[in-house]
């Protein structure tokens, strides 16, 4: 049976669709259809229902599946650079937002390169491109803030992460005891912010939670990244919401304050994605598991 055939009935299988799948793999649709025709007449039995959307597996298409894709899925991870033959160095292939990878993931899958394992990492900042590049083959793990819908992909909870309202401790000295309680975002709409984008996604998530409200405000400064949000936060620059793991340190030190502490933080979850059935791999498998003991402590 040729494994091209094979490769592109698991890609529906997972996709649940021709035409996500087309694009997953790169193909036309009609060319993923054709395949998909072809191994039918090779079996003599039908392998997909097509829906008004998408496609539904039959019995044997379900039972096929189960049966090949982890086998696949092995296949293409060796005929890829997941093997050093001499070496017998395991790659793992990891996506997530830059910070929480820099500063938690990387540093917790670090002692697994003492058992052989490679990492390779890609930051990106958005769920969806990360997802899809799981999708597609491009990382073996994906750490995203978005549920994946569909077969396609697996994921798992791994970690909330609270949010915290901070500012220089001059910002917080003018604001003056009690002031926030009572009149909290009259008056934080007038101080100026630092953000990751010019949406405001982490105010303005804060606000509704907690004040149940918008923002009235722009940000004064924009860095897409929130490191450099802490350090302008830091030197005086305004208002800004991070998550606690990345401030708590300049918290620690009386570099920032916290400007509000709620009853019920805002958070926000980070979910462990895979494609479904690649943990039948051992070093996707490993990584995972890992990733997961490490998360009860953060």
């Not at 994921?155 to 220089?168: F, S």
Request: charged share 20%.
């Amino acid at each position: 049976m040729d494994l091209a055939l094979l490769r592109t009935f698991v890609m529906v299988h997972r996709a649940g669709s021709f035409t996500r799948a087309a694009a997953l793999l790169g193909l036309s649709q009609p060319a993923v259809t054709s395949q998909i025709r072809t191994l039918e007449r090779q079996l003599g039995r039908p392998l997909f229902v097509r829906r008004a959307r998408g496609v539904t597996p039959t019995t044997i298409g379900d039972e096929l599946a189960h049966r090949a894709a982890p086998h696949l899925d092995a296949l293409i991870e060796i005929a890829g650079t997941g093997l050093d033959e001499e070496s017998g160095v395991r790659t793992l292939h990891l996506a997530g937002p830059p910070e929480f990878t820099s500063m938690r993931a990387l540093p917790a899958l670090t002692p697994l390169t003492a058992e052989g394992l490679a990492l390779r990492s890609s930051f990106l900042t958005d769920a969806g491109e990360a997802l899809e590049g799981l999708a597609a083959g491009h990382h073996d793990l994906a750490i995203a803030t978005a549920r994946p819908r569909g077969e396609l992909l697996t994921a798992t909870p791994l970690c909330d992460e609270e949010h915290v309202l901070i500012a220089a401790p001059r910002w917080a000295g003018r604001l003056g005891p009690g002031t926030l309680r009572h009149r909290g975002p009259v008056v934080l709409d007038q101080l100026p912010v630092v953000e990751v984008h010019e949406s405001l996604p982490l105010v303005s998530r804060y606000w509704a939670t907690v004040f149940d409200g918008r923002p009235a405000v722009a940000g004064t400064v924009i860095a897409p990244d929130l490191r450099a949000v802490l350090e302008c936060t830091a030197a005086g620059a305004g208002l800004a919401v991070l998550p606690r793991y990345l401030c708590e340190g300049a918290l620690e030190r009386g570099e920032v304050v916290a400007l509000l502490d709620p009853p019920v933080p805002p958070l926000r979850t980070y979910f462990l994605a895979v494609r479904t059935g690649t943990l039948a791999l051992p070093h996707i498998a490993r990584a995972h598991e890992w990733l997961l003991r490490a998360a009860a402590a953060w």
